[in-house]
Structures are given as structure tokens and as C-alpha cells.
């Protein structure tokens, strides 16, 4: 069999991302930055994403959050803009749901910004009609069955 020579497997590599959940300084664009919303995820590091500037932008995700940062459709998300190219965009930073919402408080995201609130922020919108959604049977019924 042949000898380990290196420092270990993909186990290793999945563990690398404890340090993540502590909180860290929000960061606010730079000239030449722009906050964007993904649309949609298009594979090989790629997705597309309004920008809040109105324009819709194919984005790269750069190497260093590539397969470690997990970004899907509805995160906001920071774009380095290119000189060369109006229509592509780089993605610099993904913002965590309190940031977003710091940021939407802060007046940086205008106030029509949907951000992704998850199972929970699609609750509070329902309606009373909603109580019949089942079906009453009498014993009658259920003995014709």
C-alpha cells in the first residue's frame, strides 16, 4: 500500500470552516463595488444578480469563497464592478441575514429589498384563509368507503 504523504483527506478540508460563525465587522461598499441580490445560481462558480443600481450582472465567484462560502438565490451579496466589462461582475463578500438587515436599516439597500428571511419570514403573511385547508368527513362518509 502506498505511503500518506500528505496532510490529510477531504475530512480535513470539510472541517476548515469552524472559525466563520463569529461576528465580524460589517463591510460597506468602496467605489468600484456595488451591493447585489442573486437571481439565480449557474453553476461553475457563476451567478446571476441584480445589482441595486438596476442592472442585472453575470457574476464570478472569486477562488478564495469558491466551495467555501455557500451562497444561493435571495443572498445579498458585494460585486467588485469591471472597467472593461458592464455586464460582469466579481463577487467579493456574502453577507449573513443580521448583516443584510443591518445594512437595510443602515439606508445602504433601498427599502423595496426583499432579503431572503428563510421558512420564517414567509409565516407572518398568511392569510385567515388558510384554516380550511382540510376536509371534515361525517361517519357516514367514512363508513360508505
Not at 469558491?66 to 463577487?91: C, E, N, S, T
Not at 385567515?128 to 361525517?138: H, K, L, R, S, T
Request: proline share 2%; net charge negative; charged share 40%.
Amino acid at each position: 500500500m502506498p505511503k500518506n504523504k500528505g496532510k490529510g483527506g477531504k475530512n480535513r478540508k470539510r472541517g476548515k470552516n469552524e472559525a466563520d460563525d463569529e461576528k465580524r465587522e460589517l463591510v460597506f461598499k468602496e467605489d468600484g463595488q456595488e451591493y447585489a441580490q442573486v437571481l439565480r445560481m449557474l453553476g461553475n462558480g457563476r451567478c446571476e444578480a441584480t445589482c441595486i443600481d438596476g442592472v442585472k450582472r453575470l457574476c464570478h465567484i472569486r477562488g478564495k469563497m469558491h466551495k467555501k462560502v455557500w451562497i444561493a438565490a435571495g443572498d445579498i451579496i458585494l460585486v467588485g464592478l469591471r472597467d472593461y466589462q458592464d455586464d460582469k461582475a466579481d463577487v467579493i463578500l456574502k453577507y449573513m441575514p443580521d448583516e443584510a438587515r443591518l445594512l437595510k436599516a443602515y439606508g445602504e439597500l433601498p427599502e423595496n429589498t426583499r432579503l431572503n428571511e428563510g421558512i420564517a419570514g414567509g409565516m407572518d403573511e398568511e392569510d385567515d384563509g388558510g384554516a380550511d385547508d382540510y376536509v371534515e368527513f361525517e361517519d357516514e362518509d367514512i363508513d360508505k368507503i
